[in-house]
């Protein structure tokens, strides 16, 4: 049986971990998904140096491991007199890693609009920018939720990083209580369920929209 | 072809079990006299008079803590605070500081190497505690450690009162002793805890905290490999090392604290202190 006077003990600590966590989980996902968009942007546009910066942004950091992004914010920056606390940096490294994905999946739903889409726009006299934002990218949007849906579930779980620089979530006050309790299994069981207690809801959400745009489409 | 390579086989297989069998038997035959002698030995004569028959003495050491006791892989010396200690009190008894053999111990297995005759004596960065003291006797305190700070040279902080304020922040390792005292000693301080020290040290090294805390004795070792940084001289809690024997080894504790006032006297300690830990022994 799962000892409930671990949870009860250190509530405080749980709470602080599971808002942090929280927080630099939604602000990464609205940085990812700027960052992501314009990133895809840049790569099917057509000028050529657009295209490169895309295609190095996202060849360069989605081949790198998280880790070691979080680790350049951390202890890299400061070095050239650019300091983050660990919260922000751990936030700051999860963005930049989250939006090398979100980029591929959005450059994916942009190419599966049909191309006569682009080239109705531009002939009634849009600009690329305006036939972009108001033709194609909200068929995409439809095609592109589904494999959203798990980079946004994967950004809540790789959020665990910000615990290895002291960032002060969830992860980050398990290894503190279970060190501090030489308690391991229950104490993880615990983490488990707030991290599930935020990844259950943006499936079952992520889910709804799905069906949701299915109708209207 | 086939049967002489099976024949050759077999007829080494035979050679090698009937030769296993007669060592086994003569094996099992010396370690039987080995024994009674040990006993016999034990009841008449100490570990001093045995060190000074064998000629060698045998000292348990750490082979991977910088400063106090570590391998050099490049020449695979072992050298060290412990090691100087080691070799000064080998020349005490023996005469000679290089009579002496070195064993690897870890905070596990020293007291059970001790207890078993492996090693005559313990010098292993051992902290003197009531614990321990069930188990084996310690001579007098060789080194003085405690947890302390390191801070950035040009940092104005010089003891825990300068930490214990609203915005300062300590780093240190998940699950330390260390963490649990900082916490204590300095509550209004942000305490952040990194794997291990190596981590908490490179934060620091990026400006992440003001002061990074443990004991001493590793501190002196991450200061020296980084003249950024320095050890503030206050500690906060003691940690006594003691050189450990046997239990009931009275002569050679004796000795050993003959030593350790001989040197303390004529220089010699300090000398040693100063050469590892980079400054002189406060006093």
Redesign the interface.
């Known amino acids: 049986m799962l000892d409930y006077s671990i949870l009860i003990e250190h509530w405080d600590m749980y709470m602080q971990g599971f808002s942090n966590t929280l927080k630099a989980s939604v602000l990464a996902l609205i940085g990812s998904l700027a960052i992501g968009t314009v990133m895809a942007v840049f790569r099917i546009a057509p000028i050529r140096p657009l295209n490169w910066i895309g295609a190095a942004y996202v060849e360069f950091i989605r081949n790198i491991p998280l880790i070691l992004i979080v680790f350049v914010f951390?202890?890299g920056l400061?070095?050239i007199g650019i300091?983050f606390?660990?919260f922000t940096a751990g936030t700051l490294g999860l963005t930049v890693y989250t939006a090398a994905f979100i980029a591929e999946v959005i450059r994916a739903g942009i190419l599966a609009v049909p191309k006569g889409q682009m080239e109705a726009a531009r002939s009634s006299g849009l600009t690329y920018l305006q036939a972009m934002w108001h033709v194609i990218l909200p068929q995409a949007v439809k095609i592109v939720i589904p494999p959203m849906g798990n980079q946004f579930i994967n950004l809540v779980k790789n959020s665990s990083v910000l615990g290895?620089?002291?960032g002060l979530d969830l992860m980050?006050f398990g290894?503190?209580i279970?060190?501090?309790t030489f308690v391991t299994f229950d104490v993880y069981i615990f983490v488990a369920l707030f991290y599930l207690l935020l990844t259950i809801p943006l499936s079952l959400g992520v889910g709804a929209l799905e069906r949701r745009l299915a109708k209207s489409r | 072809m086939f049967k002489t390579v099976w024949k050759k086989m077999i007829g080494l297989g035979l050679v090698a079990m009937l030769s296993a069998t007669a060592l086994v038997g003569c094996s099992s035959e010396t370690t039987t006299e080995n024994k009674t002698d040990n006993k016999k030995e034990q009841a008449a004569e100490t570990t001093l008079d045995k060190i000074k028959e064998r000629g060698k003495l045998v000292v348990g050491v750490k082979y991977d803590l910088n400063l106090f006791g570590l391998k050099n892989p490049q020449t695979g010396e072992v050298e060290g605070f412990d090691i100087d200690i080691a070799k000064g009190l080998a020349k005490k008894i023996l005469g000679d500081e290089n009579k002496i053999e070195l064993k690897e111990v870890t905070s596990k297995t020293r007291i059970p190497m001790l207890n078993n005759g492996e090693i005559d004596a313990i010098i292993a960065t051992m902290t003197i505690t009531e614990e321990r003291k069930k188990e084996v006797d310690f001579s007098d305190v060789y080194f003085m450690a405690g947890q302390s700070l390191l801070v950035k040279k040009d940092s104005n902080i010089n003891g825990i009162a300068d930490v214990n304020k609203k915005g300062v922040t300590v780093l240190t390792a998940k699950g330390s002793t260390s963490a649990q005292n900082i916490r204590a000693k300095a509550p209004e301080a942000t305490v952040l805890e990194f794997e291990n020290y190596a981590e908490a040290f490179t934060a620091l090294k990026a400006g992440q905290g003001d002061a990074l805390t443990t004991d001493n004795a590793l501190l002196f070792g991450m200061a020296k490999q980084d003249p950024n940084f320095r050890v503030v001289d206050e500690t906060f809690s003691e940690e006594p090392y003691g050189i450990a024997v046997r239990k009931g080894d009275k002569e050679l504790l004796d000795v050993i604290n003959e030593y350790l006032k001989e040197i303390k006297a004529n220089g010699e300690y300090d000398k040693i202190y100063e050469k590892w830990i980079g400054e002189k022994p406060k006093q």
């Open positions: 951390f202890v400061p070095a300091r606390d660990s290895v620089i002291a980050y290894d503190l279970s060190s501090e």
